[in-house]
């Protein structure tokens, strides 16, 4: 199901399925009216039998870092992280620690070119295998951060750190069966499990994003159910919000009659104005292909739903960032005409209306990051033909 709301990050279907393909390199670059890039032509580099990226930061318009995972032998049960730094001019493949045989990195935040803090989750053999693990950027390698908690079934599925040395992960854990909000903080060098409440009523939730104004205001955001059924997956939007002192969960809307909502990413420029991303549905059933963009605004006391692109009516915002209070991006997919396809979305709110930033081509953009005020960087994945899935790349400049 295309935005699926289950635990971690949001489903999107890309249609194929992956054969003894090798895979090559998606060259995808977009500049207002020109396709000659300023940031050079080549695109994000694809391994084995498919590639997926989620996340990226950049410090700057010549340091940014891609993360992601690829498949060597097409089974995306044997995944290996994947991590990509962008020079100004080329993409490379950074070495880095795959903690266990199945490895995924899932959110990346950079405060400067030697400075970068990766999350992600790795184990085999299902989701109660699985372990969320950290690495750190230092200018010249990556290396492990130990990162305390749960020992298993545990992933974290994003980043963000608002000052040097003090960072701010989330996702989940299992426990009792079910997905739990997880938040870990972490300061000079080490880190700690955050205390969380969870939604009056919720038999699991989980969180995909997470961003901090300042150190002492963050909002989190995901979903939770009160089902308790992990084979209906009724969902609900999720916002949980920092003080400085404590997190506390702060109401939000879930339109339509289905149910099946959630938030997927989040931007705050100043603590008492936030834009959050997700889908939701309204039909009540993951089998069916029925997904809505949903754009949620914070006004510093509330959540309310607020217009959404016209593309997004039927599919799923993934992520989105804000240079300043009335100036964003948000990226997803989109619903392709071949059922269960999807088509990459790119949208600039300016504070008015939302306009197209970019071709729509098959598959899905999971992460968009801006190093220059009117020129964005956005990554996921690319279907090209139905047996192959390529990481994909897409430079949208001269963004007004």
Known sequence: MLGSAVPGRLVVAITG??????????AIVLTGTSDESPHGSRAPISLGMGTQLHSVACASAHFCVAVGAYSPGGSSDHLRGLVESWNGGTWAISSTPNPAED????????????????VGSAGAGGATARRAFALRWNGFSWSSVPVQGPQQGSQLEAVTCPAP???VAVGSSIAAGFPNSLIETWNDGAWSIASVPSPARSADSWLNAVTCSTPRSCVAVGAYSTSGDTDDPVSTTLVEAWNGASW?????????AGNLGALASVA????????????????????RVDSHGLVEDWNGTTFSVAPEPN???????????????LWCVAVGSSMGVAYGSTRTLAQVWNGTAWTVAAHAISGALEAVACPAPTTCLAVGEHSP???????LGEWLGGLT
Request: proline fraction near 9%; charge should be negative.
């Open 17 to 26: 399925i992956v054969t003894a393909v090798a895979v090559g390199v998606a």
């Open 103 to 118: 490895t995924e990195f899932h959110g990346v935040s950079c405060k400067s070119p030697i400075e970068c803090i990766a």
């Open 165 to 167: 040395k003090s960072c």
């Open 248 to 256: 506390a969960v702060i109401p939000s809307p879930t339109p339509g």
């Open 268 to 287: 705050c420029e100043v603590p008492d104005s936030c834009i959050a991303v997700g889908n939701y549905s309204d039909v009540n059933d993951p089998y």
């Open 311 to 325: 593309e997004a009516s039927q599919g799923a915002l993934q992520a989105i960032t804000c240079s300043k209070p």
């Open 385 to 391: 033909s139905d047996s192959v899935q390529q990481a």
